[in-house]
């Protein structure tokens, strides 16, 4: 089955500054690779998601790229702010059935000094 | 849009009790369902999956069990639990590459 990691497991910025985190998967067939932020005991959230016939995919201060070739993909924020403060999961969706099913990295603890 | 109505939003159990969470889908028809589980604040380990009423897959062995009676009903259920059962249980919608999950709001289950 598919096998996602994610790096860093902690990541602390000063706000205005850029963050990246960084994901590998093992399954050449997957095909979508979203991104979520989860708040203290909320909910994860999509953020932004890229699909494997797109290189590179841009909204506001997030952007996402994926190398299909090294089977890596990585969310970039520009000008960080206190409120991007959360966990950010990377996931890989499994190309190969019509299941739909999402395999999750470890996530990655991001906190913005003010 | 879909939505993912979920509860209940915090669980107490004893060990050895039963238990029985729902989740319901609005604004969709035969949705991909799944339950995951979230282990001290990191981590969706994936629980089971239905592409529809009935069918049911299982990805880790565990104490639990999923039953999908209707298309939009989801239920996690228990008979005895343990300890390790304790977690943030999240259900979410979706799969279809149009599109990613949509997550509902999350039961925070402890086991004492």
């Known amino acids: 089955g598919e096998n996602v990691e994610q790096h860093p497991s902690t990541l602390s910025v000063q706000e205005g500054d850029s963050a990246v985190i960084k994901c590998t998967y093992s399954?050449?067939?997957?095909?979508?690779f979203p991104w979520y932020k989860q708040e203290l005991g909320k909910r994860p959230q999509l953020i932004i998601d890229?699909?494997?016939?797109?290189g590179e995919k841009k909204d506001q201060r997030i952007a996402v790229t994926l190398n299909k070739t090294a089977k890596h993909f990585s969310l970039h924020i520009t000008e960080t702010q206190p409120e991007d403060s959360a966990v950010y999961f990377c996931?890989?969706?499994?190309?190969?059935?019509?299941?739909?099913?999402?395999?999750f990295g470890q996530g990655t603890i991001l906190t913005v000094h003010p | 849009s879909q939505t993912i109505h979920q509860w209940p939003a915090t669980l107490v159990q004893p060990v050895g009790s039963p238990l029985s969470l729902e989740c319901t889908v609005e604004?969709?028809?035969?949705?991909?369902l799944y339950w995951y589980r979230q282990a001290a604040g990191r981590g969706l380990q994936l629980l089971f999956y239905s592409v529809g009423i009935g069918q049911i897959s299982s990805e880790v062995p565990q104490n639990l069990s999923a039953s999908r009676p209707q298309d939009r009903q989801f239920i996690l259920s228990s008979k005895k639990l343990l300890l390790s059962d304790s977690g943030f249980y999240l259900c979410?919608?979706?799969?279809?590459?149009?599109?990613?999950?949509?997550f509902g709001s999350g039961t925070r289950l402890t086991v004492v």
């Open positions: 996931a890989a969706m499994d190309g190969g059935t019509s299941y739909g099913k999402l395999t």
């Open positions: 399954d050449s067939a997957s095909n979508y």
């Open positions: 604004g969709t028809s035969n949705p991909n």
């Open positions: 979410a919608a979706g799969g279809d590459p149009a599109g990613g999950y949509t």
């Open positions: 890229i699909r494997s016939n797109v």
